[in-house]
T-cell receptor, first 113, second 119 residues
Framework: EDQVTQSPEALRLQEGESSSLNCSYT??????LFWYRQDPGKGPEFLFT???AGEEKEKERLKATLTKKESFLHITAPKPEDSATYLC??????????????FGQGTILTVHP | GAVVSQHPSWVICKSGTSVKIECRSL??????MFWYRQFPKQSLMLMAT?????????EQGVEKDKFLINHASLTLSTLTVTSAHPEDSSFYIC???????????????FGPGTRLLVL
């Protein structure tokens, strides 16, 4: 069974204070790892897809990296508008999980001005 | 971009009535859509996979007779909560899968969600 664990559960940062969110996973044949941002009362917003270890992707103040066991979402010089819940999900190749996403519990990020 | 819409965004109904939620992919075709349920301060829970032109596949523990799914076209899937009860109150979110390659996992794009309150 695919599993995703995100840490920390909650993270409070001052504006401009860079940090990283962690996503550890176990999956039978990784077909893709996804990062989403979710604001309260809204659906998840797609950020990145990573397919293989060593891959990196960037978008504005966010950078996602991937190893064989975990992914990091690095936030550089965050702003209050970056406050949200960040969700990590994996798509595996095994059996009944094919095509489905397994989500972590999310990291609640709060950036104070 | 890839835009997915849901309608309605809010619905309040009486216990025993049925509620239909629509999910549309606006700028791409989606042979597969997914329906999720999210409780407060929890992550997304997959309810069912909706395939265009075929029956939906439900996750273990999800009542297929209560949550009816129809995927009539490549851009529209509907979820009907039949004989709704207060315990069905939740945030329902759909996603549409966009193909990105043969061997790679397709990215799922999510709708804005529908909040259901059953009185």
């Amino acid at each position: 069974e695919d599993q995703v664990t995100q840490s920390p559960e909650a993270l409070r940062l001052q504006e401009g204070e860079s940090s990283s969110l962690n996503c550890s996973y176990t999956v039978s044949g990784l077909r893709g790892l996804f990062w989403y941002r979710q604001d309260p009362g809204k659906g998840p917003e797609f950020l990145f897809t990573l397919y293989s270890a060593g891959e990196e992707k960037e978008k504005e103040r966010l950078k996602a990296t991937l190893t064989k066991k975990e992914s990091f979402l690095h936030i550089t010089a965050p702003k209050p508008e970056d406050s949200a819940t960040y969700l990590c999900a994996v798509a595996g190749a095994g059996g009944t999980s094919y095509g489905k996403l397994t989500f972590g519990q999310g990291t609640i990020l709060t950036v104070h001005p | 971009g890839a835009v997915v819409s849901q309608h309605p965004s809010w619905v309040i109904c009486k216990s025993g009535t049925s509620v239909k939620i629509e999910c549309r992919s606006l700028d791409f075709q989606a042979t597969t859509m997914f329906w999720y349920r999210q409780f407060p301060k929890q992550s997304l829970m997959l309810m069912a996979t909706s395939n265009e032109g075929s029956k939906a596949t439900y996750e273990q523990g999800v009542e297929k007779d209560k949550f009816l799914i129809n995927h009539a076209s490549l851009t529209l899937s509907t979820l009907t909560v039949t004989s709704a009860h207060p315990e069905d109150s939740s945030f329902y979110i759909c996603s549409a899968r966009r193909t990105s390659g043969f061997l790679r996992a397709e990215t799922q794009y999510f709708g804005p969600g529908t909040r259901l309150l059953v009185l």
